[in-house]
């Protein structure tokens, strides 16, 4: 599964040539408009949602490991599949992604 969630990740962010973006001569570097700002270095973006209304998170990398985050993303899995592109969509309220969180400090 993680393997699924990180390729996920890698398509979201890879570079489409379609885009007219300034690269430097590293064809392999990604230019730094491409990522949110507030999205630091070994981080990723999550969306909940409570009552229809979205919630985006920045969590570490590590949860990725987290056998609650796990569950979570089971049920991700379960309502949308792998299939979603751009964004990680988790299917559960903002207090159930933060209890989560919390339990592994």
């Known amino acids: 599964m993680l393997r699924k969630v990180l390729s ?3 398509t ?3 570079y489409n040539p ?3 973006l300034d ?3 590293d064809e392999n570097s990604v230019p730094d408009n491409s990522l949110p700002e507030d ?3 070994g981080h990723f973006v999550v969306h909940t949602s409570e009552n229809g209304e979205s919630r985006r998170s920045i969590v570490e ?3 990725l490991a987290h056998p ?3 569950k979570l993303l089971d049920q991700a899995e379960q309502e ?3 299939k979603q592109t751009g964004i990680l969509a988790i299917p559960c309220r903002y207090s159930d992604l933060k209890s989560v969180l919390e339990s592994k400090k």
Do not use: P, Q
């Open 23 to 25: 690269f430097e001569d």
């Open 80 to 82: 949308f599949g792998f």
């Open 68 to 70: 609650g985050f796990l």
């Open 61 to 63: 990398l590590s949860y």
């Open 12 to 14: 979201y962010y890879s």
């Open 8 to 10: 996920s990740f890698i």
């Open 18 to 20: 379609a885009m007219d």
């Open 39 to 41: 999205v630091k270095k």
